[in-house]
């Protein structure tokens, strides 16, 4: 979408390609490749469904005074057990809790109704046998270019990233599946792209372009339709708390339609992100400000709307502020913040 790309800030949409979903890294497929344990795919994940409730940054339901989500806490003493001894996961506490039989000592207790798999006790152990090696979340670190996978079929791969698809694939001891037709691949891209089918004519002179860019030219055409607005808009009014009406008691209708039609333009015309961020935020104060921007500051004026006869102005403007600061949070920066 925006900002040379075409798509929105991957912290804001939950990716659902096929190939997005087949690079989500899960522990058993880590324990099935033996690729080396990954702090942040493979192992934080298991962590902080078990362990963070009670061994994690909330000061006021940590127990026994144990962090996990940081490098300290891991590797913090007490009385002669160290949670996490890299290299040594039969001398780590941790792993001696979460495969002890005692219900006194096991970790997670059993009235956490926590329960880890024995795949997940595994990359646990694996995981220090390693090293035990420490990362940041991962959306607090500088994007870094990865080396490119081997694969066994370097005749495959048609880009770069097909090549992690492959490296996968070939892990899990699948093959790519055949070539899509032509019929499957436009009525794949265009509902990807503008959230309908194509129609039989659009098939058709799809089918009858021989030209060696045929699929470019559908690509480009999709994403200059109107409706590709609509589609990306969708999922950004979503995130943005988009309304006709105000909700609470009422629920009256509001005009707020002005604010859908700019964002389904932004999308359509590739608006820069910057542009999309700051017009969005504070749209009505830049310098001299033109309709539209002031339009696009409607982003801040999503929330429910409360003209009950006893409500109280003061209590209900601090309700929108809180409202607004953690849908900024959520949309632009991935982040729940309350």
């Known amino acids: 979408m925006l900002a040379g790309a075409r798509y929105p800030p991957a912290t804001v949409f939950a990716p659902r390609s096929a190939f997005v979903l087949l690079l989500a890294a899960s522990p058993a ?7 080396p344990i990954d702090f942040n795919r ?11 409730a009670c061994h994690g940054f909330d000061a006021k339901a940590r127990k026994a005074e144990l962090r996990l989500d940081t ?11 160290v949670p996490v001894r890299p290299g040594d996961p039969d001398g780590s506490e941790l792993i001696a809790r979460i495969e002890s039989h005692d219900p006194e000592r096991v970790m997670p207790p ?10 997940e006790r595994a990359v646990l152990r694996r995981w220090i046998a390693e090293g035990a ?20 079929d370097a005749a495959w791969p048609r880009q770069d990233l097909d090549r992690f698809v492959l490296a996968r694939l070939e892990a899990s001891g699948l093959a790519p599946a055949p070539e899509a037709t032509r019929e499957t691949l436009i009525r794949r891209v265009t509902l990807d792209l503008t959230g309908l089918p194509p129609t039989p004519e659009r098939i058709d002179a799809f089918l009858a372009d021989p030209r060696p860019d045929a699929y470019e030219r559908l690509v480009d055409e999709l994403l200059a339709s109107p409706h590709h607005g609509e589609r990306m808009a969708q999922m950004w009014l979503d995130a943005a708390r988009y309304a006709d009406t105000n909700g609470y008691h009422h629920d009256n209708i509001r005009t707020a339609w002005p604010y859908r039609d700019w964002v389904i333009e932004a999308f359509r015309r590739d608006l820069p992100f910057d542009r999309f961020v700051i017009e969005q935020l504070a749209g009505d104060l830049l310098a001299e400000p033109d309709e539209s921007q002031r339009i696009a500051s409607g982003f801040c004026r999503m929330h ?15 309700e929108a502020v809180a409202d607004r600061i953690e849908t900024i949070a959520t949309t632009f920066m991935g982040l729940t913040f309350t």
Do not use: K, M
């Open 29 to 35: 497929l880590a324990q099935s490749s033996q690729a």
């Open 42 to 52: 493979d192992v934080r994940p298991i962590l902080a469904d078990r362990c963070f």
């Open 71 to 81: 490098l300290d806490g891991q590797r913090a003493e007490r009385e002669g057990r």
């Open 110 to 119: 059993p009235d956490s109704q926590r329960v880890l798999s024995d795949a």
């Open 133 to 152: 090696a420490f990362a940041e979340h991962w959306a607090f670190l500088p994007p870094r270019r990865p080396e490119l996978p081997a694969v066994a």
């Open 304 to 318: 429910n709307i409360n003209d009950e006869g006893g409500a109280i102005d003061a209590e209900y403007r601090v």
